[in-house]
């Protein structure tokens, strides 16, 4: 399991003594606690925890497993205390760290859902939570404003928009069929695409002698499309 | 039995969650969605409580989605005591979490040994370029259905002649967007100030009237 780490960590951070499988789940139940939303948001509170308190990752380390982590199912922050508890203490340590950093989650909510259960047929508890649902709403659109941009790129993802969103309103279709079909049109329009604008790339990596490119501009220069793709939600957000 | 059998289902409905959900706390939401028409374990307007909640607290919002739904559903089960009632409910949000996070552990354990290949892989990236089209889009269904019972007070798309246009909802809900989007310094908030803002607001129209 040495071999395989990430490239960039060249130079090992000195000799890391064992770390404990309590100590990991105890860090990542610390980092679930103290972060609110998950995504990008969670992305300090890791680095604070993890590379600056303790040397365990290092930064480029943490960009990558968030970037894997945008395209591998499940939640960002657990696939990144999946990637760290492995580094850490191999398998049964990926798993560990999993379970740490929803340990908190289970505490918090039960908690909450258990009071508003009996709560919930209380009069001002029905209007505050009538007034809490179209809140909802808008934040279901800001969500899907923010998304529309790295994701509705060109003109086969907006027709691909339109259908499944028209497919999911009117007809009672598993969403389960329309990722797998949608995964299967992507690698049919684009697997091939994406194969030229690869090769041009690595002509140009040599011409430029450089191979390895940072996280959010790997070698798809030619194709806009990955490139919009795979910038961060949080740049844009911040407009 | 029922116990055992209620808590695989959940397992195995969010372990397939856990798989095809991709993008984020709110591409679970479709999903959850399907699970409430499916299996009535929770309706649509539990669904926005759930999201709420998820929201407003610390945690990913995918698995506090999970352990939310979890907990419902388990503690309807029958239970004799408010004490069992909580104690199914627990025991629910775990199975329900556990299976939301089962297939990314997983996945991610194999591709460890291979990161940079997968990062730079075309095919991976073709296929993103397909799911994350189909996530925003699925997220934004999701959103309408959502609307529909908040802001027009009806179950179905297929009921839109009985919809009643709430004013009051109306105007909130196009507060919060202005707010949100337009206002500089106020779109900084965090989410969990706007839905504070809003139950304020619910209790003073009455809005579950």
């Known amino acids: ?239 | 039995m029922e116990e055992l059998a209620l808590y695989a289902r959940l397992y195995w409905e969010f372990f397939k969650t856990g798989v095809f959900a991709i993008g984020g706390g709110m591409a679970t939401v479709p999903f959850l969605q399907d699970i409430s028409k499916k299996t009535g374990w929770f309706s649509a307007a539990d669904l926005a409580n759930m999201i709420a909640v998820s929201e407003s607290t610390p945690g990913p919002i995918g698995i506090n989605m999970a352990t939310y739904v979890g907990f419902t559903t388990g503690s309807t089960l029958a239970g004799s005591t408010p004490f069992i009632d909580a104690l199914l409910g627990v025991i629910g949000a775990i199975i329900a979490t556990l299976g939301l996070i089962t297939g990314s552990v997983i996945i991610i354990l194999i591709i460890a040994k291979f990161l940079e290949q997968f990062r730079d892989n075309r095919y991976v990236n073709a296929a993103m370029y397909g799911l994350r089209a189909a996530s925003v889009a699925l997220i934004a269904a999701a959103g309408v259905s959502i609307v529909l019972i908040s802001i027009f007070r009806i179950q179905n798309i297929s009921d839109w002649r009985s919809a009643a246009i709430d004013v009051r909802c109306f105007i909130l809900a196009a507060v919060i967007f202005v707010a949100t989007r337009y206002i500089p310094k106020v779109k900084k908030w965090h989410p969990i100030i706007f839905i504070l803002i809003s139950a304020g607001i619910g209790i003073i129209f009455h809005m579950g009237a």
Request: charged content about 15%; some cysteine.
């Open chain 1, 1 to 239: 399991m040495s071999e395989n780490e990430n490239q960039s960590a060249a130079q090992p951070p000195a000799v890391q003594e064992k770390v404990s499988l309590w100590s990991l789940f105890w860090i990542f139940a610390k980092i679930g606690a103290m972060t609110f939303g998950g995504g990008y948001a969670m992305l300090p509170i890791i680095t604070r925890e993890l590379c600056e308190n303790r040397d365990w990752l290092t930064e480029d380390e943490i960009m990558d497993y968030f970037a894997i982590g945008q395209c591998t199912p499940g939640v960002i922050a657990v696939n990144t205390a999946t990637f760290t508890g492995r580094k850490m203490r191999g398998i049964a340590g990926g798993i560990v760290a999993s379970l740490g950093i929803v340990f908190p989650s289970i505490v918090i909510i039960t908690a909450i859902a258990s009071l508003l259960r009996n709560f919930a047929h209380l009069q001002p508890v029905q209007d505050a939570l009538a007034g809490i649902r179209v809140c909802v709403c808008i934040l279901i659109l800001n969500a899907v404003i923010k998304l529309w941009k790295s994701a509705v790129v060109d003109i086969p993802a907006l027709i691909m928009f339109i259908v499944i969103f028209l497919a999911s309103v009117f007809f009672d279709i598993s969403p389960i069929i329309m990722v797998v079909a949608a995964g299967v049109c992507g690698i049919l329009l684009k697997g091939r695409k994406q194969e030229q604008a690869a090769i041009e790339a690595a002509s140009d990596a040599v011409y430029e002698g450089k191979t390895d490119v940072p996280v959010g501009k790997s070698a798809n220069s030619a194709s806009a499309e990955g490139a919009a793709a795979q910038n961060s939600p949080d740049g844009k957000e911040a407009r």
